[in-house]
Structures are given as C-alpha cells and as structure tokens.
C-alpha cells in the first residue's frame, strides 16, 4: 500500500463523522449563525470598505446570511467564490445580499460573471473539521488550500475557519500542502489560530 493511503483514508474517516457532528450540530441550534456573526465582528477587525470573501452556504454549512447583514453594516464590501478553472485558485465576485446567483461547480450558488472580481482582506472558509493550531478539515478538493496560498504569495490576507463549535477536533491529520487558518469562529467563541498575526 503506497505510504499516502492511510493518510488518505484518516481523512475520509474523519470527513464522514465531522459531516454527522456538522448535521446534529445545526439541528440542534438553529440560532448558532446568529451567534457565530456576533462573535465574528467582535473579534474580528474589519473597516469600511474591506473585503471580505464569504461562502454560499450548502448542507448543514454554517449560514452567513447573518454575518453578511453584521458586515454590510460595517460598511465591508461582500464577495463570493467561484470555482472558474480547476486546479486554479478561487476567483471571488462582488455580491450583496438579495443580489440574483446563478448555480455554479458543485451546484454552489455564485455571482454572475459580469460582477466584477476583487481581492479579499478576508476569507470566510466553510469547514468539516478544526483544531486550535488552525488545521481545517475541507472536503479534499483543495479549493481554500490553493487559494490562500495565491493570496498569502500575494499580499496579506485573514483566514477565518466558520463552522460550529462541534466540529472542533484535537487535531488533524496534514500535508505541505494544507494552509492554515488564522482564526476559527463557532457559535461559541472566536479562537485565535497558529502563529499569523491579523
């Protein structure tokens, strides 16, 4: 068996039992994105006008519907990821709550392709799994891990692991390839990840 194997398979088994966690997770507390908005602003420095790359929320993801609100108020300015070319990196569109998406890879909802593309201060990452080093659990396609690296190549940016606290693991397994999340936010705390600065 080549030596990636048992990595490969640790994952899985992982992804499989944080995906229930996820799903008892927010069955259980339908006010969790509520909370977890509120822990983000608390935290979390943003000013008018910067970036902030959220998600479209799909399963028993953490919705961001309340913190996009939170961030508008703020005077932030909202993006969304589009998966345009595989392995590539992410591309982020401009969006504002109510705006019309259009079904994207993966049947995740996204901008339209005449909005146009910005460069976040932040990124908001949906998650499987965490730890308080700042791992993140994703669901192997690599989408975040290539695109923080791209954006951390190019200039400075915050990335935000959103999930509940549920998901919140030990540890987990890595590779060179997996990037770090400067902070976690649940609907229970905002915990300050690894050893990058925000």
């Known amino acids: ?4 194997a048992p990595f490969l398979s640790l994952k899985h088994v992982l992804r499989e039992k944080l995906k229930a966690e996820r799903r008892r997770a927010a069955a259980a507390r339908p006010d969790a994105p509520r909370h977890a908005a509120k822990n983000f ?5 943003v000013d008018a006008g910067t970036i902030v790359a959220l998600y479209h929320p799909i399963k028993d993801e953490l919705d961001t519907a ?3 609100e939170a961030l508008i108020e703020r005077g932030a300015r909202l993006a969304l990821p589009v998966a345009e070319r595989t392995p590539a990196p992410l591309v982020f569109r401009a969006f504002a709550p109510g705006d019309a998406l259009i079904k994207g890879r993966h049947s995740i909802m996204v901008p339209r392709a005449e909005s146009p593309a910005l460069v976040p201060d932040i990124v908001v990452a949906p998650l499987l799994g965490f730890s308080r080093d700042g791992a993140r659990l994703g669901y ?3 989408y975040y891990d290539r695109t923080l690296k791209a954006l951390r190549a190019a200039g400075t940016v915050i990335a935000v692991g959103y999930g509940y606290g549920a998901q919140e693991v030990d540890a987990l397994p890595s590779s060179p390839l997996d990037e770090t999340l400067d902070w976690i936010v649940t609907e229970r705390e905002a915990i300050r990840a690894g050893k990058r600065t925000a």
Do not use: F, Q
């Open 1 to 4: 068996m080549p030596p990636i």
């Open 41 to 45: 602003v608390e935290h979390i420095p």
């Open 66 to 68: 309340p913190l996009a």
């Open 140 to 142: 192997g396609g690599g």
